[in-house]
Every structure is written in structure tokens, then in C-alpha cells.
């Protein structure tokens, strides 16, 4: 078959190998949210007349097997992308049926549906995934909470913490994560269809209808807008994943440090180490190291998203390339998220060496305030403890250590307030994700109304 835009036999083998690139590839993932888009657009054209209901009952049995059996569409080069090969699909099974369907829309805005729908649910996870690593390390924080070691700044040794306040900022940046794919989640909620090529179409397409019945809260109501904001879909998400990268690259510094022999506070379990092709004793901390040579890929491609994107209005095929990067980050992530929740289980805590790195010099803060609780004024405190601190020659280990003990404090992570956090996020990602779901199997049913 032809291509949908081709009205000539003759087109350049290389030309086309150049400009398809791994469409057929990266769409296959689209395949069941080409399903939806297709149905909700059959169901608006059964509304005003363009199919009849024999004719959507059709199409909504056919699609419908495309939605169970993804796998058994196969996109081809020829077809170039999931929107034809779902279209050709339809027409090899109901002839002029199926040809009825791109009536009043574009692969424009059915790239855009797909994208939409598909990164909502990608997303969900996502959130979901982050919310389960941060209970695994305020599970791990919990555990140890006491458990005393240096705080670092310009990592040199500055002040007294514990390893429950230190797990507790990595499980709090989890959940600063979770806010970050809402937002992700948010810009992504927003319905295309009908925009057509970014001019709409002259049918009295109902997309508030359309939208609702995909489950998105909003219509993208300029359509040349629609157009120019797939860059800035794109760039927008990765944004939300790199700020959650970054985090996980924090927390792989710190496990790097703290698991090396200098250190030696942790320990990681041999399952999540390798060795050394020359060296026997060797246990390396390659999936730490991972975690964070991958968190520094997420800027990369935001910047190249953002340069792909800098063009005037309306479509270009420049956009086409975004695609395979925004993929590509969404997998990392995932990975990222899933060794970000296993790793507090295979860490070993190292008490001796936690509790001889704690010194007495590290108190010079604490004496210098508890001079300004006596009345002394603190820049005065200050000096007269910095005088007696550099006389210190070799410090002492501490075993106990008066710690602030407001919420979010190293003497009080504040647990409950965590844990209230958590549960708000997970709650806000489990009924977004069953109300999308509902909404997606409602539009497989037979029952379903074009009214």
C-alpha cells in the first residue's frame, strides 16, 4: 500500500530510509494508544454522521483486537508509522470502513494523542516508582535513626547527623520527584484531537467530548498551538526527569562514598557489586556508579529536545527526533527508580567505623551556641571557640551528642510527616491511575454510546 500522503508510485529508497528513521521501531509502544485515540475520534464521527453505528461497531471491534494483541500489528518502513499501519490495518480488514476513519484529523495530532496518553501512563508509574523507593529508604532511615555519623559540607567533616536523617533527605527528595512527574503528568494532560495539521478541520468535531472520553481533564484549545508545544511536551517531561535523576545522582554519590574503604560506613551486599578481572579482592559498586553516570545523561538530552524545538509556528519534521530521546529517558528513569528502591536492603551498616569517624572537634558549633545561651554574643562565641578548636590536636570519637530535634532536623526526620506525604502523593497517582484506566476500557466496551 501506498503511503498516506504519497500520490506518486516513485519515491527514493534512501530518501525514505533517511526520513522513517526508527519510527516503526519506537511506535510500536504506541500501538495501544493509537487504539484509544482511534476509537474516541470513530465515536465523535458517528456523532455527527460521517459513520454510521453499524460502522463504529465495526471499527470498534477491530480496534479493539489491536488494543488485545499489540504485538501482531507489525509496523513496516512502508507505512513509516503506527497512525498508518493501525489506518491500513483497518482497511485490509473493513474496506471503505476503515478508510472512513481519518476523516477530520492528521498524524499531526495523532502523534500528539499517542504521545499524551501514552507518557500519562508512563508517568503514573513512574510516580508510583518513586514513591516506593522512598519508603525503602525511610524504611532504611527508620532502622538506623540513631545511628551517628559526620555531616559534611565542602565534604569536609562539619556537624554531627545520623544515618535516619541522612536516608531521610534522600527519601524526602524522592518525594519532592513525585512532585515533579505530577507536574510532567499535568502538562501532559491535554487533548490534541482536533487540531488536525495545526488548523483544525471544517467538521463540527465535539473535543471537549473527545477529550473527556480519553480521560484527559482539558483540551488543548489553540489548534496551531498544539503544534508548537510537542517540543516543549517533550522538553517539559524531561525536565521532570532530570530534576529526579539528579537526585538519584546524589544519592549514588554519597553510596559511592560512603561504601569505599575511607569511609566504610556502609557495605554493600555482593549481589549489587562486581568484580575485577585482575584484582580477586575487589567488590565494585558498579550499579552505584551506573545510577550516577546515567543521571548525568538527563540535561544532555533536555538541552537537545530544547534546541529541536526552537523553530517558528506550526509542524516540522524536526520533531520527529524528539521521540526516540523522550523514550529513551523514560526507560532510564525507570531503571534508575527500581535500584533506587532495592538498594537500602543491601546496604550493611559499618557501626564501628559510623561511630569513630563522629569527633570531638565537630562540636564547635554546638559550643559556640551554648556560649550564646549564656548570653555571649554569637560572633564572639565564634572566635572564642575557633581559638580552642585549632589547639585540638587529636580528636576524640563522641558516643553522645545533643542533636536539633525540630521536624526535619538530624535529632527528628519526622517520620509521620513523611509518611503523610507519601501517602498523599500515592493516593493522587492510584485514582488518577484508576480513573484513567476506567475511562480506556469504557471506550473497548460494546456498550459504549456515541451520544
Avoid at 559498586?285 to 546515567?294: F, Q
Avoid at 559510623?354 to 551554648?370: N, Q, Y
Wanted: charged letters at 25%.
Amino acid at each position: 500500500m501506498k503511503k498516506l500522503w504519497q500520490t506518486s508510485s516513485s519515491l527514493d529508497a534512501a530518501v525514505e530510509a533517511y526520513t522513517v528513521g526508527e519510527d516503526p521501531a519506537l511506535d510500536r509502544r504506541l500501538i495501544r494508544y493509537e487504539a484509544y485515540g482511534s476509537l474516541a475520534h470513530a465515536s465523535e464521527l458517528a456523532r455527527i454522521g460521517v459513520l454510521t453505528k453499524s460502522e463504529l461497531k465495526s471499527l470498534r471491534k477491530e480496534l479493539s483486537k489491536i488494543h488485545a494483541s499489540p504485538t501482531s500489528l507489525k509496523i513496516t518502513r512502508e507505512q513509516e508509522d503506527v497512525h498508518t499501519a493501525v489506518e491500513q490495518r483497518l482497511t485490509r480488514a473493513l474496506g471503505g470502513i476503515g478508510a472512513k476513519i481519518h476523516a477530520g484529523r492528521s498524524r499531526n495530532d495523532q502523534v500528539q494523542v499517542d504521545l499524551r496518553l501514552f507518557l500519562k501512563d508512563k508517568l503514573l508509574e513512574l510516580h508510583a516508582a518513586a514513591g516506593a523507593a522512598a519508603a525503602a529508604w525511610q524504611g532504611f532511615g527508620a532502622r538506623h535513626q540513631g545511628r551517628l555519623i559526620p555531616g559534611y559540607s565542602h565534604l569536609q567533616r562539619a556537624m554531627p547527623t545520623t544515618l535516619g536523617h541522612w536516608a531521610a533527605s534522600h527519601a524526602e527528595a524522592l518525594l519532592d520527584g513525585q512532585r515533579a512527574l505530577r507536574f510532567a503528568y499535568e502538562e501532559a494532560d491535554a487533548c490534541p484531537l482536533g487540531s488536525a495539521a495545526g488548523y483544525g478541520a471544517t467538521l463540527p468535531l465535539d473535543r471537549a467530548r473527545v477529550a473527556k472520553l480519553l480521560g484527559f481533564s482539558r483540551v488543548q484549545r489553540n489548534t496551531l498551538r498544539v503544534q508548537t508545544s510537542r517540543p516543549r511536551l517533550e522538553a517539559a517531561v524531561l525536565a521532570s526527569l532530570a530534576l529526579v535523576a539528579r537526585d538519584l545522582g546524589v544519592l549514588a554519590w554519597d553510596l559511592s562514598l560512603y561504601t569505599c574503604a575511607e569511609f566504610g560506613f556502609l557495605s554493600l551486599d555482593g549481589a549489587f557489586t562486581t568484580g575485577s578481572s585482575l584484582m580477586p579482592q575487589k567488590k565494585n559498586p558498579d550499579i552505584v556508579e551506573l545510577t550516577r553516570a546515567r543521571a548525568a545523561l538527563f540535561p544532555g538530552w533536555l538541552s537537545q529536545v530544547l534546541a529541536i524545538g526552537a523553530l517558528p509556528s506550526g509542524y516540522h519534521r524536526d520533531y520527529q527526533l524528539t521521540k526516540g530521546i523522550l523514550f529513551t529517558a523514560l526507560d532510564e528513569l525507570s531503571r534508575m527508580l527500581d535500584m533506587a528502591g532495592c538498594l537500602p536492603n543491601a546496604l550493611t551498616v559499618n557501626q564501628t567505623r559510623c561511630a569513630a569517624a563522629v569527633t570531638e572537634d565537630m562540636l564547635a558549633t554546638h559550643k559556640a551556641l551554648s556560649l550564646v545561651r549564656q548570653g555571649l554574643p554569637f560572633r564572639d562565641a565564634y572566635r572564642k571557640v575557633a581559638e580552642s578548636a585549632r589547639l585540638l590536636q587529636e580528636p576524640k570519637p563522641i558516643k553522645n551528642v545533643e542533636l536539633p530535634n525540630y521536624s526535619g532536623a538530624p535529632g527528628n526526620p519526622d517520620w509521620p510527616a513523611l509518611s503523610k506525604d507519601r501517602a498523599r502523593e500515592n493516593a493522587w497517582g492510584a485514582a488518577q491511575r484508576r480513573a484513567l484506566h476506567r475511562v480506556w476500557a469504557r471506550l473497548l466496551k460494546k456498550s459504549f454510546s456515541v451520544i
